[in-house]
């Protein structure tokens, strides 16, 4: 469990453009210490704008030690409709959760952001794949998934995602039930990260606890809850894991000096990261990464692309071996400052036959025809021979290589 569940003295003060150590950029905090009503009061930098409706939530402290919201009613949910604003480039969120069932098909949404017609944005939820923190962009989308093990059934737990932007993948990194360790990255967990286009940045609903439909409930609690316009660091992290009311503490509460609390030497704090292979360092918005080594398999052949800034000469061997239906056509556009050869050796089977013909005029010796042909014709072939030739004998010898439909036919006319 956290080491500082005590919260700290009210009335807190509210995060602002001049709050300074882990209050800074921090955009949306429900700390739940309300206990009581119909109103989740945000005391983030979005103000009593983004306070969030409760319906069908109860107030609870149960399991988590901390103020909480218990969402087990099927249409329970937290929500503010009305927030007009716009998600940051790089964001970080932190809840304390726990849920009472196990996950199946059916997800579980634990907040979304979404735009007045209910498209996502930004979504985190649990299935039967696991759980997902997920940002949407123009024309694919980033995001990572911790395995089903790490749902918070049998305890609560911790978690953090931050997102840096740049199309890479989010962080998650989770304690162990009881919150009794320091949250880390899994060794591995599944990671999308070649998003492409705009990120997605409307926002118009905020919902906690279910999605906009009341068809996602999170069956489960949800304590403190954070979103900062930044990434985290390895130092804060640390201490919202010691003190889940960390953002709120004056500087004379504080259990270390405050202007530890943004920065990070790297390896004082190796546990935040990856146990083995390349480790995750949380210094800045700047420098986060994951390392992520995927296989795929094509739905739609992969399309493979070279670009050549430099003036060089370039040369494109292709080697096909297709059936096709008609001849294909190879074309080439390519910039005016290239030169580029292209060899292509191209092996067909084609559906229209060859033609062979033999024009024979007349001749006192009788003609000796000899045709090798080594294709697949789709009809049969037929050889003919058209003579004036009146002495014989006539002696026709034809040495073919056919696949023939019907048997061919051979014939010989003489006057």
Do not use: C
């Not at 998650?172 to 967990?189: A, E, F, K, L």
């Not at 985290?232 to 405050?258: H, M």
């Amino acid at each position: 469990m956290p080491g500082r569940v005590t919260p700290p003295t009210l009335p807190l003060r509210p995060a602002d453009d001049n709050s300074k150590y882990m209050a800074s950029g921090l955009m949306l905090a429900y700390p739940m210490l309300e206990g009581g009503g119909s109103i989740a009061k945000n005391y983030g930098g979005w103000g009593s704008s983004a306070n969030l409706t409760l319906s069908n939530a109860s107030w609870t402290k149960r399991e988590t030690g901390m103020a909480s919201l218990s969402f087990s009613a099927a249409n329970a949910v937290a929500k503010n409709t009305l927030m007009a604003r716009t998600i940051p480039g790089n964001w970080s969120w932190a809840a304390w959760i726990k849920l009472d069932s196990t996950p199946t098909s059916t997800p579980k949404d634990l907040f979304s952001f979404r735009t007045s017609s209910g498209v996502q944005q930004v979504r985190v939820w649990a299935d039967s794949t696991g759980l997902w923190s997920w940002q949407k962009s123009a024309t694919a989308d980033n995001y990572s998934v911790l395995s089903p093990s790490y749902f918070p059934t049998s305890g609560p737990v911790l978690i953090i995602s931050t997102f840096a932007g740049n199309n890479l993948a989010p962080v998650q990194m989770v304690t162990n039930t009881g919150m009794r360790s320091i949250p880390t990255q899994p060794i591995s967990y599944a990671a999308f990260n070649v998003g492409q286009g705009a990120q997605a940045t409307t926002l118009d609903g905020f919902y906690l606890g279910n999605d906009h439909q009341d068809t996602a409930p999170w069956d489960g609690n949800i304590g403190p809850f954070y979103f900062w316009n930044r990434v985290l660091t390895n130092s804060e992290v640390w201490e919202l894991w010691q003190d889940p009311y960390a953002p709120f503490r004056r500087n004379s509460a504080n259990f270390y000096a405050p202007m530890t609390m943004r920065a990070s030497s790297g390896y004082a704090f190796t546990g935040v990261g990856k146990t083995s292979g390349p480790k995750t360092i949380i210094q800045d918005q700047n420098s986060l990464f994951i390392t992520v080594e995927d296989d795929y398999f094509y739905q739609n052949s992969p399309i493979d692309t070279y670009i050549e800034f430099e003036n060089n000469l370039i040369t494109l061997n292709i080697s096909d071996d297709y059936a096709y239906v008609s001849s294909p056509v190879d074309t080439l556009s390519p910039p005016e400052f290239l030169n580029i050869i292209i060899s292509l050796t191209d092996s067909y089977t084609y559906t229209i036959e060859a033609t062979d013909a033999v024009i024979e005029g007349a001749a006192p010796n009788a003609p000796v025809i000899s045709i090798n042909d080594d294709y697949s014709y789709q009809d049969f072939i037929t050889d003919n021979l058209v003579t004036s030739i009146t002495q014989g004998p006539l002696n026709i010898g034809i040495d073919d290589e056919f696949q023939y439909s019907p048997p061919p036919t051979d014939t010989a006319t003489s006057p």
